[in-house]
C-alpha cells in the first residue's frame, strides 16, 4: 500500500503509474491528500489542545498545593470546555484516519517507469526470449484426455459433487499429486525453508495485509457468517504471520514453505486457457516465502 508521504511528494509520479495501469479513478489520488490536509489541521488543533490542557491541569496542581481553591475552581472550569472540544476533536480524527485508510487501500501500487502502458495481453512487449519452444509429436493428447484416458483425473465426477472446477484426483493420479506435494516440501525444507501448515480461512484484516482485498474481492470465496475468506494462495496466511512484526535484521532472511489447497472463484475466466486444469475453483500448491 502507498503511504501517505509517499503519495503527497510524488503526486505526478503516482498518477502517470496509474495511467499506465488504466486505473479508473485517479481523482481519488487529490481527494486523499485533501483529506490529509483535513486530518493534519485536526491533528495539530488536537495537539495544541492537549498542551493547554497539561499546562492547565500543573497550574490547577500548585493552585490547590497553595491552598488558592477559588482560583484553581475556576481555571478547573475552564478545562470543562476543552475537555469537549477535544472529545470532539479526537472523535473526527477518528473518523478521517478511518476514511484515510479505506482510500488508502483502493490505490494500487504504481509499476517502473519501464513498463509500457496497454490495455490486454497483445500489447505486451517482448523484452528478453530463450530456450527452446517444446514441440508435441502428432497426435499428442492434452492433458484433459489423458487423465481421463488413464483414470487419473475425473471432472465429470468434480462437476457431480460440486460443479464445474473442482476436479477429482482418482487412483495413480491421486498418488501422484500426494508425492508431488511431498516431493516439494521435501526440496524446499532440505533448502532451508520452514515448513509451515497454515489455516485455510483467513479474517479481513490478513487479505488487506497481502493486498487481496479489496482488490481481489470478487475473486475470493467469502463465508458470510463468520467474514472469513478461503485463502487463493497459501502466500496469504504465511506471510501475515509476519502482519505488525517488526522484525531484527539479524532475524532476516526468513524462509517458509507451505502446502495448501487455494480456492479462486475466477471470475470471468473464459476461452482456450480454462480447460482441464487451468483455471479450476480448487487446487493443490506448494508455496515459498522469503523475507
Not at 145 to 155: A, H, N, R, S, T
Amino acid at each position: 500500500m502507498l503511504t501517505i508521504p509517499f503519495i503527497r511528494d510524488n503526486r505526478d509520479t503516482v498518477l502517470d503509474g496509474l495511467k499506465i495501469k488504466n486505473f479508473k479513478n485517479p481523482e481519488l489520488i487529490d481527494q486523499i491528500i485533501q483529506l490529509d490536509n483535513a486530518r493534519r489541521a485536526l491533528q495539530v488543533k488536537t495537539n495544541e489542545l492537549q498542551a493547554q490542557m497539561n499546562t492547565l491541569s500543573k497550574e490547577i496542581g500548585q493552585l490547590f498545593k497553595s491552598g488558592d481553591k477559588e482560583k484553581a475552581n475556576q481555571v478547573k472550569e475552564q478545562t470543562t470546555g476543552i475537555k469537549q472540544e477535544l472529545e470532539t476533536l479526537e472523535q473526527d480524527l477518528q473518523g478521517a484516519n478511518e476514511q484515510m485508510n479505506e482510500l488508502l487501500v483502493l490505490v494500487p501500487n504504481v509499476p517502473h517507469p519501464s513498463v509500457p502502458g496497454g490495455n490486454s495481453e497483445t500489447d505486451n512487449k517482448v523484452i528478453r526470449s530463450g530456450g527452446t519452444l517444446p514441440s508435441l509429436h502428432e497426435g499428442a493428447q492434452p492433458h484433459w484426455e489423458l487423465g481421463k484416458k488413464y483414470k487419473l483425473i475425473d471432472f465429470d465426477l468434480g462437476v457431480k459433487i460440486t460443479g464445474g472446477g473442482f476436479p477429482v484426483y482418482r487412483g495413480l493420479g491421486a498418488r501422484l499429486q500426494r508425492a508431488l506435494i511431498a516431493y516439494f516440501l521435501d526440496q524446499n525444507t532440505s533448502a532451508g525453508y520452514e515448513e509451515i501448515l497454515p489455516p485455510l480461512l483467513v479474517n479481513e484484516a490478513s487479505g488487506f495485509g497481502t493486498g487481496q482485498l479489496p482488490d481481489k474481492e470478487g475473486q475470493m470465496y467469502h463465508v458470510t457468517g463468520d467474514n472469513l475468506y478461503l485463502i487463493p494462495t497459501a502466500e496469504l496466511p504465511v506471510t501475515n504471520i509476519y502482519r505488525d512484526v517488526i522484525l531484527d535484521s539479524g532475524e532476516l532472511p526468513i524462509k517458509n514453505t507451505a502446502y495448501t489447497p487455494c480456492f479462486r472463484r475466477e471470475a470471468g475466466s473464459y476461452g482456450k486457457d480454462v480447460r482441464g486444469l487451468n483455471r479450476v475453483h480448487q487446487f493443490d500448491k506448494v508455496e515459498i516465502v522469503q523475507i
